[in-house]
């Protein structure tokens, strides 16, 4: 069988993915992800925990989701996805449904969850579900992370989460759950098409081989 992104859409669409937006995300964070996903095929779709589908990010940029939370049925997900910023973060965690779809996740057989900047600690941490992971976010909220290894890196993997500390590496934790999703390959053939790689002007670490 030739191998190309035909074959990993193929693959992806046979899951759904979620990215969960509240009042006040940090907008580069949501978009970039959902991009990145996309771009690489998988099936990711956009949730407003609000009473609207138009959300309003912390930068005054509006997002018009997918789906409501009140009218998804989340049967067997792929990925949960929480972008970060204040006060979204704190906004997704005070919501009482998704915090028993995250506890839900967890304990699925296959289901992954990924969280950025704030979310990681805010979310996730205080609700008990980092304990005895490894886990980054954004500095000054490391105190929420009950249990949590906490460590100053940009992206971490551990086990069935895929964390990552703030805006400026929304890219890479985005290409970081594509690689866990999909493969290496799959993840380089994306960060290639966006021109992601080390060059002599733009020698970021190129985290894909």
């Known amino acids: 069988m030739k191998t190309n992104l035909g074959?990993?859409?193929n693959f992806a669409i046979m899951k759904e993915s979620f990215v969960?937006?509240?009042?006040g995300f940090e907008?580069?964070?949501?978009i970039t992800v959902i991009d990145v996903l996309r771009r690489a095929g998988m099936n990711v779709q956009t949730v407003s925990i609000t009473s609207a589908l138009q959300v309003k990010g912390a930068h005054g940029i509006t997002v018009n989701a997918d789906l409501l939370f009140d009218n998804t049925l989340f049967s067997n997900p792929d990925w949960l996805i929480l972008p970060g910023g204040m006060?979204?973060?704190?906004?997704?965690?005070?919501?009482g449904p998704l915090q028993g779809l995250l506890r839900s996740q967890l304990e699925s057989k296959?289901?992954?969850i990924a969280a950025l900047c704030a979310s990681p600690a805010v979310v996730l941490g205080q609700l008990g579900l980092l304990k005895g992971e490894k886990a980054t976010c954004y500095p000054g909220f490391e105190h929420l992370a009950d249990g949590a290894e906490i460590v100053d890196e940009p992206v971490v993997v551990s086990n069935k989460f895929v964390t990552g500390n703030g805006p400026a590496n929304a890219l890479p934790w985005a290409l970081t759950i594509v690689m866990e999703a999909l493969g290496q390959e799959a993840a380089a053939k994306v960060a290639s098409g966006m021109l992601y790689y080390p060059t002599e002007l733009n020698p970021q670490v190129n985290y894909f081989g």
């Not at 969960?20 to 009042?23: E, G, N």
């Not at 907008?27 to 949501?30: D, G, P, T």
């Not at 006060?87 to 919501?95: D, I, K, S, V």
């Open 7 to 9: 074959i990993f859409i």
């Open 20 to 23: 969960f937006l509240a009042a």
């Open 27 to 30: 907008e580069i964070e949501a």
């Open 87 to 95: 006060p979204g973060a704190t906004n997704l965690y005070e919501f």
């Open 110 to 112: 296959e289901g992954r």
